[in-house]
């Protein structure tokens, strides 16, 4: 008896501490539960234009901003350092052109980031996928992901799958290509379960095993302007018909910019807060992600 109560007295001791230890995440904000909450509102004030991005150690956050009047979108970032967070900077490859929804590789090693940068010196702006790869002082020189590929919002499997949007006779289609041997296959658009006609669908988010894919819809039968809505992938491979995530995600406001935190327990997303051109941040749960795949069985 005794030593069960020291070893019931020990684990109450090692969640108190790993909590103390972690307490630094998400800027110390008590995590949400099955109901969505602002996220970093002091922070993004009311200018998200992405979801955030975590180094695998959560310890740099990056995202991405628009401003009031639809001026150049930035990506800035913070880094938790000398036991506490940074102020806000601007990424060191940012500021200059358009650059918007980055998203950092599962090992940390890349930044992909969508740019209306040009290509060449002073050659057209137009948008396109870059990636800046990890070095000791930040990230190099960013280069261009492959002229075959992207237009925005990319998302990246664990091992290199890149899904993106891609704009195809003017209508915004989600679509794939694998990574094979260090180059990329060409490109797949997928299913009328994803791109539903008639539709704008856009705002992709792959989960690390390709899984599952959270995109925004505002297909009918939502909410209102544009839901969050998740596809599963059956045992052969294919991408099952969306499900509307609900209502304590949806409301009759935008919600898109789908994204999941490194340890797979948050999911995050935007919302309009009162124009096209204001849009808050906000996390909940990814419990209701295991929900709506169990009722999709």
Request: aromatic share 14%; proline share 5%; hydrophobic share 30%.
């Amino acid at each position: 008896m005794k030593n069960k109560m020291l070893f019931i007295v020990f684990i109450l001791i090692t969640t108190v501490l790993s909590g103390q230890e972690n307490s630094w995440k998400y800027f110390g904000q008590t995590p949400p539960d099955r109901s969505a909450e602002l996220f970093a509102p002091k922070i993004i004030n009311h200018l998200a234009h992405s979801s955030p991005t975590f180094t695998p150690d959560n310890r740099e956050i990056y995202w991405s901003t628009v401003g009031e009047n639809n001026e150049t979108r930035k990506i800035f970032f913070v880094k938790f350092e000398d036991n506490k967070w940074s102020e806000t900077r601007l990424a060191q490859f940012s500021g200059n052109y358009h650059d918007d929804q980055p998203f950092i590789s599962h090992d940390g090693e890349m930044l992909y980031f969508a740019s209306k940068r040009p290509k060449v010196k002073n050659g057209n702006q137009e948008n396109d996928i870059w990636i800046s790869n990890k070095i000791q002082q930040g990230w190099d020189e960013p280069k261009p992901i492959n002229n075959l590929i992207g237009f925005w919002t990319p998302t990246v499997t664990r091992n290199g799958t890149i899904y993106f949007l891609e704009i195809i006779e003017e209508i915004p289609v989600i679509c794939r290509a694998e990574l094979i041997n260090g180059d990329y296959s060409e490109i797949e658009c997928l299913n009328e379960d994803i791109n539903k006609e008639g539709s704008r669908n856009w705002c992709p988010f792959i989960a690390p095993d390709e899984s599952y894919l959270i995109f925004s819809s505002d297909r009918e039968g939502g909410f209102g302007s544009g839901d969050l809505y998740i596809s599963f992938k059956d045992k052969n491979g294919k991408w099952l018909k969306a499900i509307n995530m609900g209502d304590s995600i949806n409301t009759d406001k935008q919600e898109r910019f789908p994204g999941v935190s490194p340890d797979g327990k948050y999911l995050f997303f935007t919302r309009w807060h009162s124009s096209p051109h204001y849009h808050d941040l906000y996390w909940i749960d990814t419990s209701i992600i295991n929900d709506l795949r169990n009722s999709n069985k």
